[in-house]
């Protein structure tokens, strides 16, 4: 809509003045024409009125042009209408001048009286002008209003939240599209029902409470209930209550906007049932690295005593070597599940048997049987069963599924494992007799950090994610696991399913067998003192020449005098660290010794650095003395 100073019609166009210069030269076209007009018409009545009554036919001229025109042509009108009076019809006539003062007051008097009837037509004009204008504008006001209301209306019918409208006595009066879809009535099923029809039955005093107070005129912030679907389905819902007022600011009702909050309800609880566990998960945590620890320290203290027997050393050592691979497992197990969690996990595929795999399962978790007084009973195959597959992870799996079942069955139970295969699959299952799964459990148990109660009292729980990363190995080579159990008290069974492949013919040449370890000229390097020099004494225990270097510096120093075959080098050290230490020892000419990396990072990305930086070898802290020896059994002869 256009404004203007004079007034607006419907299309925003200016009523009167469109064109004002024509219309204004049209109205005193007007004003001469009906001048004229008259004058014809006195002319005509002149032989009936002859010089009596002289402007009798004027004064229509002149409110003709002041009720078209206005004030000027009004005005025209009325100058020119009296000029022709004058000139043609009062005596002496053809002469504008007059001496008869009758004559004179009789023009004054004329013109007087057009002057009068222009302007009263001049404010008929203008109070027309205002009422059309404010015709007009109330009209465009209730277009826009009507506009207004549409937009308003198609707002709320595609919003997706439930908007609903109710009186002051809770009687659905409009319902929504969005709440259609949440509560699976239609508008036509509950317009004229009391609200209550979605307000659950212990939510109907709330409700009460809240319409009451928009009745009273109080702000009622957002908060949270519950509604109720068609379905009987509760739901959680967030609510934002307006009152409605009349034309006269009365509170005759209220609006309702309902938005669905299950989803972010489910996240919050998602995320406290996470944070617990990963409460409890630090907790078992701390106890499972306490307890290697104490054994640990205990033996080392047995070791220090000079009184302590050849056989308690022994005992000792086994005791401190038992523990510290313990230890070594829990870190393991969740760098792998970190690894499998972001997708960086590789395996290393390869042709084996099922029956290699669980020799190897089997060997690991044999003490842990025995320690338990417990009975394996085993059923396999009769021929071999060949896989795809990483035999150390495939090995890692079936281990941590006995060592479960070991772990959470009494001493003196049994505990079997059977295998079969049916030529395209091979299925493997362990059942024990132990404490069980509840059943509410069950569903969750392949989740990270995730144990039973009663299993965090039992000695050694381990961290919750053994079988989260069992089941992570077992997807990664196509197969699949299942976990089933008759409640507590009735034992679990575990079922493994992979894919079988074709035998592969072996190449008549093998590989030669190692020759046993000579001896060699080693350099070990480490700022940690400790774990240099007991590494160095291990080494010399087996008959090699060991130097030790505490920092970069001291390790190109010595490797220039001692001339080593092997360099078994940290990475994380302070100033010149492992990675730059190698690139210089590759770089001097001469002897080039076997560089192997001794680190606590051991991901894929860390093996590619250390290649890159001219690395033979990585080993993963805390180094396994059988790969170390396997590992300086690749030198040179």
């Known amino acids: 809509m256009r404004w203007s100073g004079q ?12 064109a004002p210069m024509q219309r204004r030269l049209a109205a005193h076209a007007l004003a ?29 001229a002149v409110m003709a042009a002041a009720w078209y025109g206005g004030l000027t042509p009004g005005v025209l009108a009325t100058a020119l209408s009296s000029a022709a009076a004058v000139y043609w019809f009062v005596v002496p006539s053809g002469t504008f001048t007059q001496t008869d003062t009758g004559d004179v007051i009789g023009v004054l008097v004329f013109l007087l009286t057009g002057v009068l009837i222009s302007l009263a037509a001049e404010r008929l004009h203008e109070a027309r002008r205002q009422i ?35 009186s002051l006595t809770g009687t659905i009066l409009s319902w929504n599209a969005g709440a259609e879809q949440m509560f699976g009535y239609t508008a036509a099923e509950v317009v004229g029902q009391p609200v209550t029809l979605i307000v659950p039955p212990h939510r109907r005093g709330e409700e009460q409470d809240i319409v009451a107070r928009v009745a009273a005129g109080d702000r009622v912030p957002p908060f949270e209930t519950e509604r109720v679907a068609r379905d009987g389905t509760v739901l959680d ?16 009702g209220a609006s309702s906007i309902a938005r669905d909050i299950g989803a972010r309800k489910a996240l919050e609880a998602s995320l406290r049932e996470a944070d617990r566990r990963k409460d409890e998960f630090l907790a078992v945590l701390a106890h499972e690295l306490r307890n290697p620890l104490a054994p640990i320290r205990t033996s080392v203290s047995l070791l220090q005593q000079d009184a302590t027997s050849p056989a308690v050393a022994a005992t000792a050592a086994a005791v401190i070597d038992r523990q510290s691979r313990h230890m070594a497992r829990l870190l393991d197990d969740l760098l792998d599940i970190s690894r499998i969690t972001r997708g960086k996990l590789e395996l290393r595929r390869a042709p084996v048997t099922l029956q290699e795999v669980l020799d190897t399962a089997v060997e690991t978790t044999r003490r842990q049987f025995e320690l338990q007084r417990q009975t394996l009973v085993q059923s396999r195959p009769e021929r071999l069963v060949h896989l795809q597959a990483d035999a150390v992870r495939l090995a890692q799996v079936f281990g941590n599924v006995l060592s479960n079942a070991s772990k959470y069955s009494e001493p003196g139970a049994t505990v ?23 059943p509410e459990l069950l569903p969750r148990v392949f989740d990270m950090f995730v144990q039973a109660p009663q299993a965090l009292g039992r000695s050694h729980g381990g961290l919750g994610v053994g079988l989260a990363l069992t089941k992570g190995l077992v997807e990664l080579h196509g197969g699949q696991i299942a976990v089933r159990s008759g409640g507590p008290g009735q034992g679990t069974e575990c079922t493994i399913t992979l894919d079988t492949v074709a035998p592969i013919a072996e190449s008549a040449d093998g590989p030669a067998a190692a020759a046993p370890g000579a001896r060699r000229r080693v350099l070990v390097v480490d700022d940690n003192r400790d774990a240099a020099d007991s590494l160095a004494w291990w080494l ?36 010149l660290d492992g990675l730059e230490t190698a690139r210089r020892l590759r770089a001097r000419a001469g002897h080039a010794p076997f560089l192997v990396a001794v680190t606590g990072w051991g991901q894929d990305r860390d093996r590619r650095r250390t290649a890159e930086a001219g690395f033979d070898a990585h080993l993963v802290k805390p180094v396994d003395p059988v790969d170390l020896l396997a590992v300086l059994d690749r030198l040179p002869r």
């Open 7 to 18: 007034g607006v019609e419907p299309g925003g166009a200016v009523w009167y003045s469109r």
């Open 32 to 60: 001469v024409v009906v001048v004229a007009a008259a004058l014809l018409a006195r002319v005509t009545l002149s032989r009936w009125l002859g010089f009596e009554l002289p402007y009798i036919t004027f004064f229509g």
């Open 132 to 166: 059309e204008d404010r015709a007009r504008l109330e009209q465009d006001e209730r277009r826009e209003a009507g506009r207004a209301q549409a937009l308003l209306a198609a707002v709320v019918e595609s919003s997706e939240d439930a908007i609903l409208t109710k």
């Open 237 to 252: 819902v967030s609510v934002t209550l307006s009152p409605i007022r009349d034309a006269q600011g009365r509170i005759v």
């Open 416 to 438: 079997t494992l059977t295998a079969t295969a049916d030529g395209r699959r091979a299925v493997v299952t362990v059942r024990d007799q132990g404490i069980g799964i509840e």
């Open 540 to 575: 010399l225990a087996r008959g090699h020449t060991v130097s030790t270097a505490y920092d970069g510096d001291q390790a190109l120093a010595q490797a220039a005098t001692f001339q080593p075959d092997a360099v078994l080098l940290d990475l994380g050290m302070p100033g």
